[in-house]
Structures are given as structure tokens and as C-alpha cells.
């Protein structure tokens, strides 16, 4: 889960009254972040750093109407979304996920969920079961719509509250919960099978 919005909040103070520094510091904060939000809706890897660039840009210059009614990480979420979403229209493209994306996603980052990485005593069946698992969600994320890809991705992968993807998807948190429990059913419609033949365990 995304940390310190106090702290936050107070570097975006010091930029509104002229410190470059702290933005930059923002920017380090959640470059990889954002680079990882827009590589799960741009195809092109090659766009991601362009869309993140514009991205913060564009925050940087709306930095001085933010009044901080939301936590700054998804305000700038949104515009990364919006970014990205331009971009893609601009281009004539469909957001799509990539598997890569999806499969990057979690090296080296704290924002990981524990329990992924594989131990030394796993099994090679275990590993290759785990593999064909994470293989199956890939492409079941792959699959969904656009906005139930965007609702998971933010719930699942980058830890956020329904709350929070309500002010990032600019959503009601009801048409959130739908979103995330429809992302959810189609992902288990495709464990299933795998699932059903490894006794005792449940997704």
C-alpha cells in the first residue's frame, strides 16, 4: 500500500510555494509507480516513459489548483489514467494490458504481496503449477475490459481503497466493488480448472 500522504501533502505544499526540489522528490516517490500503471494500459513500451513524463508535467502545472481534497498519489493516479488515455486515443490505439507488464510488475518493488516469490523447498510441479496459475491470470486480466482491467490492477497490484479507485476511475465506489467483483468472477472462471485438479486448495 502506498504510504505517508502527510508527507506528501507537505512536499506539495513546499512546490506550491516555488521549491523545485520537492517535486522532484514527488517524482522519485512514484516515477515507477506511475511507469507501471501506464505500462498495464499502453501496449507500446516504448510510450510508457513519454506518457509518465507527460504526466508529470501536467501535474506539476495543475499543482497549484490541487487543494488536496484527495490523497496527492491518486490525483496524480488519475492524471497518469487521463494521460495515458489521451495518448492512446491520439494514436487511434485500444488500451491493452500486457502479460509483461503484469508479469514485471512485482520485481523489486514494495509494493509486492508477500508469498510470490518461490521458497527453496517448492517442488518443480509447485513451481510449474505456480507458473501456469500466474500464466491463466495474465490472460484473464488480458481479457477484460478496460475498465474492469484499470479497477483490478488498481485494487490488486497497487493496493489501493475503493475509495481511492472511486477518485482515480472519477466513479461512484458502488460501480467500483461491481467492476472488481465482475474482474474477480472472470479471473476464477479461468483458475477454476486448474484449480479444481490440486486437492485442497482454493483460489
Known amino acids: 500500500m502506498i504510504q505517508q500522504p ?6 506539495v505544499e513546499r512546490v506550491k510555494l516555488g521549491d523545485q526540489k520537492a517535486f522532484e522528490m514527488l517524482v522519485i516517490k512514484y516515477q515507477r509507480r506511475i511507469e507501471r500503471l501506464i505500462g ?12 509518465a513524463q507527460e504526466t508529470f508535467i501536467r501535474a506539476y502545472r495543475a499543482l ?46 514494495e509494493t509486492s504481496r508477500p ?10 510441479e509447485a513451481l510449474l503449477a505456480s507458473k ?33 479507485i472511486s477518485d482515480v476511475m472519477n466513479c461512484p465506489i458502488g460501480t467500483v466493488r461491481s467492476r472488481i467483483f465482475r474482474a474477480r468472477e ?3 472462471v479461468k483458475l477454476r480448472p486448474l484449480l479444481d485438479t490440486r486437492d ?4
Open 40 to 51: 498495464r494500459m499502453v501496449r507500446d513500451t516504448d510510450l510508457v516513459q513519454d506518457i
Open 64 to 109: 497549484p489548483q490541487f487543494r488536496g481534497d484527495s490523497a496527492f498519489y491518486t490525483w496524480l493516479y488519475r492524471i497518469a489514467v487521463n494521460t495515458a488515455k489521451k495518448a492512446l486515443m491520439d494514436l487511434k490505439r485500444d488500451p491493452l494490458i500486457t502479460e509483461a507488464a503484469f508479469a514485471s510488475s512485482d520485481d523489486d518493488d
Open 115 to 124: 508469498g510470490k516469490e518461490p521458497t527453496d523447498t517448492a517442488t518443480p
Open 132 to 164: 501456469e496459475i500466474a500464466a491463466t491470470v495474465n490472460a484473464a486480466i488480458n481479457a477484460l475490459s478496460e475498465d474492469l482491467r484499470q479497477a483490478i490492477t488498481l485494487r490488486e497490484i497497487e493496493g489501493l481503497s475503493y475509495e481511492e
Open 6 to 11: 502527510d508527507a506528501d501533502a507537505a512536499l
Open 200 to 203: 485442497g486448495e482454493r483460489w
Open 186 to 188: 472472470a479471473i476464477a
